[in-house]
């Protein structure tokens, strides 16, 4: 009887109760979670040497029996497990040091591939750097003829199931599996992208015949996965534009030619780009659903206050949410510097008001009183009603869950909707975060902002640190000084806020030095930061709370002590609260691992936030996907976004033109590849089975 893919596993022949209990820890329930079990990495085995060619100084695979092991101490106390392997050519020793619990998993008379440098130590001794179990004593032989020339897959493994069990039961059903397959990806995606065909894919990765040849499988694999991915957004989008019309609004040049004659400084070509583009969102037919993604100090504030102003001189209100309650005073400050020439003054909604204050507030908006209205989460709350509601702009969007955003824009008839993300992300990471939204990019600063001059310095320069941010203060100005750690640990060498907040007091004494941590009740931390914001304090000591903060222009100095533990674009971001007025600024980047040194000297010569973005992604992966998008997460098993960046575009573009066709995948050619997506992401089954 012909196996089936949404069959059990237990039924495959080899498997059974027990083992079927063991692949359902590693999630593989069926026999297409069986084939999607890829391996995690390869052993080359395409050129096994004989044990008596292995010669000292050669990389070498070889295959033997363990004809006796021992763990051996050194006078060093350092314990090594050896294990001496035979074929039929000779006998050679194997030395793992520091690694003795092998003693209980490598037995004698298994059949060992290990692969590694020959070295001489009392004769010759393999050091191996990947080791993988053919086969138990009491087996039938896994020969080395069979070994001799493949590429060994060795898969995730667990308790009562071996890599090695694994491989065989895979192999031995591999080809019954694979032609049940179905490919629903689109050929003209297929091609476009250069990847093979779904059958041919699991071939290339369970059983490859060349080294380095499983990844034109992954890529297949990463390409349906992103596929599937772009599908849901575009989806999301498509609901998210077209499911209710929202207001419609007219150019009318009241109040935005008003701000625009208003302003102390020129708009950046780049702002009158991402105006124009919100603008044609906004006067068009369909809902704006739209994400302003910019570099630190490109000036996004300022376009996101045209589009409220486009809503206001329609006669409709704007709302302006930020995370927390120090940014959204300031940025009621600012819009409200901008608007006074406009005789318009924001109204603003935070949780610390009292109760008689929040009701008036909440008055005026339910009257349309206020038009302009700035809050924090105090806005989604069930008291709080608006008389026509027409804009949404959420700062920092990635700080919101997904149910929040949507409580704040459930507040009026399908309003349009303007998101902002201050940290830049490459152009990949943007597609599959941001799918189902349109993206406008901010890149160029405001005339008159001089870049931030980065340097690396060691502990030898602190004292000359230390004098610079006191020639600093006495001028006036302020700085930060991040540390990556809260309070100090046995553990780690690291120098902590909380300790050296006290150090730094009594040595840039009689400099006044504040605090923050994230530790801190929000109340206490926000009033540490109002005091910097009024310059009551002088140097203010921090960890990265203060990574997305207040806007303090007259800091002019930021120290980062062990900047090698943070990510390129946390250190840029970190950068960001410096440079933000017209006074030259600095970032010190206090580092004595010579390893790190090149890398942040590559920070240091870029001030691009987009550039910083990819060598971040470059240089640490992706992480996990689902954290970022909170409720309604994705994550990716298959794809590299890293390296993957052309399968995201060719994947976006062809869901963008499928869902165009058929929005709902219900036509009988796109069915399968429906129930795929459903399969695979919980978020698809809500989105396509409305409208």
């Given amino acids: 009887m012909p196996i089936r893919l949404d069959q059990s596993v237990q039924f495959l022949r080899g498997v059974g109760p027990r083992r079927a209990e063991a692949f359902a820890r590693m999630g593989v329930r069926t026999v297409e979670d069986l084939l999607y079990h890829i391996p995690h990495r390869y052993l080359d085995a395409t050129s096994v040497t004989p044990i008596a060619k292995a010669d000292v100084g050669s990389e070498v695979a070889i295959v033997g029996r363990v004809v006796s092991k021992a763990v051996v101490p050194t006078r060093k106390r350092l314990r090594i497990f050896r294990a001496v392997l035979k074929d039929e050519s000779g006998v050679i020793e194997c030395a793992w040091p520091g690694q003795a619990f092998l003693d209980r998993t490598i037995k004698q008379g298994q059949l060992l591939l290990v692969t590694g440098p020959v070295k001489y130590y009392h004769g010759r001794q393999v050091v191996p750097r990947e080791q993988v179990v053919l086969s138990e004593p009491d087996e039938d032989t896994e020969s080395e003829d069979f070994v001799s020339g493949l590429v060994l897959p060795v898969y995730p493994a667990t308790e009562g199931l071996s890599h090695r069990q694994v491989r065989r039961l895979v192999a031995e059903h591999l080809d019954e599996m694979v032609g049940t397959v179905e490919d629903t990806l689109p050929g003209d995606l297929r091609r476009e992208a250069g990847v093979p065909g779904l059958q041919r894919a699991f071939v290339l990765l369970h059983r490859p015949s060349a080294p380095g040849e499983w990844e034109g499988g992954r890529r297949r694999l990463a390409l349906d996965e992103l596929f599937d991915l772009q599908l849901v957004v575009a989806r999301a ?16 040049k009241e109040l935005t030619s008003a701000l625009k004659h208003a302003l102390p400084f020129e708009l950046t070509a780049g702002q009158r780009r991402t105006i124009r583009e919100i603008t044609a969102d906004m006067t068009g037919a369909a809902r704006m659903h739209r994400l302003l993604m910019g570099d630190v100090g490109t000036g996004k504030t300022v376009v996101a206050l045209f589009s409220m102003l486009l809503a206001v001189e329609n006669g409709y209100q704007a709302v302006f949410m930020a995370p927390t309650e120090l940014l959204a005073e300031q940025h009621a400050r600012i819009l409200g510097e901008l608007l006074a020439p406009l005789g318009i003054q924001p109204e603003t909604l935070l949780g610390k008001l009292s109760a008689q204050e929040k009701a008036a507030v909440r008055e005026r908006i339910a009257s349309g009183g206020a038009r302009v209205i700035v809050g924090t989460h105090a806005l989604i709350q069930e008291a709080t009603d608006f008389e026509r509601l027409g804009l949404v702009v959420i700062d920092e969007q990635h700080r919101f869950g997904v149910e929040q955003r949507a409580a704040l824009i459930e507040k009026g008839k399908a309003p349009d909707v303007l998101l902002r993300a201050a940290t830049p992300s490459p152009r990949t990471l943007a597609l599959t975060l941001y799918g189902d939204l349109d993206i406008s990019v901010l890149k160029e600063k405001p005339k008159g902002r001089a870049p931030v001059r980065t340097g690396v310095r060691g502990s030898k320069d602190r004292e000359k640190i230390y004098a610079f941010l006191k020639e600093r203060a006495a001028e006036g100005r302020q700085a930060y000084v991040v540390y990556p750690v809260i309070e100090e640990s046995e553990r780690v060498d690291l120098k ?65 002590e062990h900047p090698e533990r943070f990510g390129l674009a946390q250190l840029h971001q970190l950068r960001g609260r410096v440079g933000r007025g017209a006074e030259e600024s600095h970032c010190i980047l206090l580092c004595d691992e010579s390893a790190a040194l090149l890398r942040l000297k590559r920070f240091a010569r870029t001030q691009d936030g987009f550039k910083i973005a990819d060598l971040d992604l470059k240089e640490r992966g992706m992480g996990e996907l689902a954290g970022t998008r909170q409720a309604g997460g994705f994550s990716l098993r298959y794809a590299q976004l890293e390296t993957d960046g052309d399968l995201v575009v060719a994947a976006r573009g062809a869901a963008l033109e499928l869902i165009a066709r058929d929005a709902t995948l219900s036509s009988p050619e796109h069915r399968a590849l429906r129930a795929r997506v459903e399969r695979r992401y919980e978020r698809g089954m809500e989105l396509f089975r409305v409208g």
Avoid: Q
């Fill in 496 to 560: 902590a806020a909380t300790t050296m907040a006290e150090e730094l007091g009594r040595r840039l004494a009689p400099l006044s030095v504040g605090l923050v941590h994230g530790r801190m009740k929000s109340e206490e931390r926000d009033d540490v930061m109002r005091r910097f914001r009024d310059r009551e304090l002088d140097v203010l000591v921090a960890t990265t709370v203060i990574e997305v903060g207040i806007d303090v222009s007259n800091a002019t100095v930021m120290v980062i």
């Fill in 237 to 252: 989008r498509h609901l998210a534009k077209a499911a209710k019309k929202g207001p419609t609004f007219e150019i009318r």
